[in-house]
């Protein structure tokens, strides 16, 4: 693995596999304004100093990693791009599914189906796990330091956002919350 591997643009690099996200938000975007402006926590709600800065980190190194990707060879004929490719199936599955989850669930309701039954935010963890696949199928230090970079900061963003849900939700988020994992899991009993 190469912290830095040879910068060139090609028809076969990493970009093949974010190009996946630039697709997603248009899906959301079009698909109604609402639902785009619903896929945000508000500027308007409460955020320390630090909390309105990790948005713009996380967004920071999303962007990065998108940039980067276009540069970013895969290795196509190593074992690594084809685990590097399963990786990417799976979090390509739970992003289009976590995304359709979205869509169709009315305003003003929590999304309790698809995998927001096993994660709180699927969303992230499919980024998570895209970006990941990218780093095993370039075979890529410096994106892989990236992804863990942007789950950090996924991870701080992902807390605010489940503040903000418990103030508008209360009991029935703190419910959510007790039955369902915040990353990856199966769902919880209800005994707590």
């Known amino acids: 693995m ?3 591997p040879a910068f060139e643009i090609g028809l076969w690099n990493a970009w093949i596999f974010m190009v996946i996200f630039i697709i997603q938000m248009f ?3 079009f698909v109604d304004k609402k639902i785009w402006k619903r896929s945000h926590v508000p500027i ?14 996380a967004n920071f190194f999303w962007l990065i990693a998108m940039i ?8 196509l004929n190593s074992s690594l791009f084809y685990y590097g490719f399963i990786v990417f199936v799976i979090g390509h599955i739970i992003l289009i599914r976590a995304t359709y989850d979205f869509i169709t669930t009315k305003p003003n309701n929590i999304i ?8 709180r935010h699927p969303m992230y963890l499919s ?4 970006t990941l696949s990218v780093s095993i199928a370039s075979f890529s230090w410096l994106f892989f330091v990236l992804s863990i970079l942007m789950m950090f900061f996924f991870h701080k963003e992902a807390l605010i956002e489940e ?7 209360s009991e029935e988020y703190k419910n959510y919350i007790q039955h369902t994992s ?3 899991g199966l769902p919880k009993s209800g005994k707590k």
């Open 127 to 130: 980024t998570f796990i895209i």
């Open 44 to 57: 308007e709600a409460k955020r320390n100093r630090f909390e309105k800065q990790v948005g713009i980190f």
């Open 27 to 29: 899906v959301i975007m």
């Open 163 to 169: 503040r903000f849900c418990l103030e508008i939700f």
């Open 112 to 119: 309790k189906t698809g995998v927001y039954k096993i994660s």
């Open 2 to 4: 190469s912290i830095i």
């Open 182 to 184: 915040r990353w990856i």
């Open 68 to 75: 980067y990707s276009i540069f970013l060879p895969l290795k």
